[in-house]
């Protein structure tokens, strides 16, 4: 399901927000004036404007210059009944044939079996990444730690770490978008339960979902591009190309990244002992 489709219902009903004119001004001026003869995607868009607006402000931004009809629009079939809706500027006048370009690779990479190795490979560089500074795998795929379990939904943790007696619950997501809300906030209280200290491993996030997680305790580690797995260099390119998509096929998580975690947690060490 696109982007645009995943939070169409949702943000309906929500009160509008001053930001999305500012998204409106941005879209039409740095992107469909300057680039005339292209299409773009929900999903893409909402990526390449995230430094400044949040997934859902860029999508309303796109709905309210499409009722203006400032820019066409179109919902396109992929495959499995997923759908996924294209934009572009009233000038473009080839937009047919670039629809079903961009279509063939969104295919590609939305097809179960490459998605679902997609985060597999994010769980193992970040494995791997997080021993290379001494954290140790305690378990994997949990719903009980301990002898405390948790049976209010059938949601589990990616990873336990543990490290200088601290015990992360973790969860890795490899996903342009974003974790959903109602999945953030049962894997916190999952944590709670559990008696763990939450590290969300994210692509991205949105300030709000950063802060709920630094409220319950814990450290959001956001690596900004999405991984895909080793071998895949080219098609990796390929839709960087195309779409402008933070996408790369690395061998391994660069050490700047774990860093970061790494003395965020040595400070929670420090605070303990004092």
């Not at 098609?235 to 975690?261: C, N, W, Y």
């Amino acid at each position: 399901m696109d982007f645009a489709e995943e939070w169409g219902e949702e943000v309906e009903g929500w009160s509008r927000d001053t930001k999305i004119d500012e998204a409106k001004e941005a879209l039409e001026s740095e992107l469909f004036a300057k680039r005339p003869r292209e299409v773009f995607y929900g999903r893409q868009l909402g990526v390449l404007f995230e430094d400044r607006f949040f997934h859902w402000i860029t999508h309303k931004a796109l709905s309210e210059l499409v009722e203006e009809d400032q820019i066409k629009s179109e919902k396109v079939d992929l495959e499995q009944g997923k759908e996924i809706r294209f934009y572009w500027s009233r000038k473009n006048r080839y937009w047919k044939r670039q629809v079903q370009e961009a279509r063939k690779v969104v295919i590609a990479y939305s097809r179960t079996e490459f998605t679902r190795g997609i985060g597999r490979h994010a769980e193992m560089l970040f494995t791997a990444a997080l021993a290379t500074v001494g954290f140790t795998v305690a378990a994997e795929n949990v719903r009980s730690y301990k002898g405390v379990a948790w049976v209010e939904t059938g949601h589990d943790l990616d990873r336990v770490f543990e490290r200088d007696g601290i015990v992360y619950g973790t969860e890795i997501k490899n996903t342009l978008d974003y974790i959903e809300l109602e999945e953030l906030e049962i894997k916190l209280k999952m944590c709670s339960r559990l008696g763990l200290k939450p590290l969300f491993i994210m692509r991205m996030a949105p300030k709000t979902y950063i802060e709920k997680v630094r409220q319950a305790g814990g450290f959001s580690l956001i690596f900004k591009w999405q991984l895909y797995p080793y071998g895949h260099d080219r098609f990796a390119r390929k839709v960087r190309d195309m779409f402008g998509l933070p996408v790369d096929s690395p061998q391994a998580i660069e050490h700047g990244t774990v860093q970061r975690f790494l003395r965020w947690h040595l400070k929670a060490v420090r605070s303990q002992r004092e």
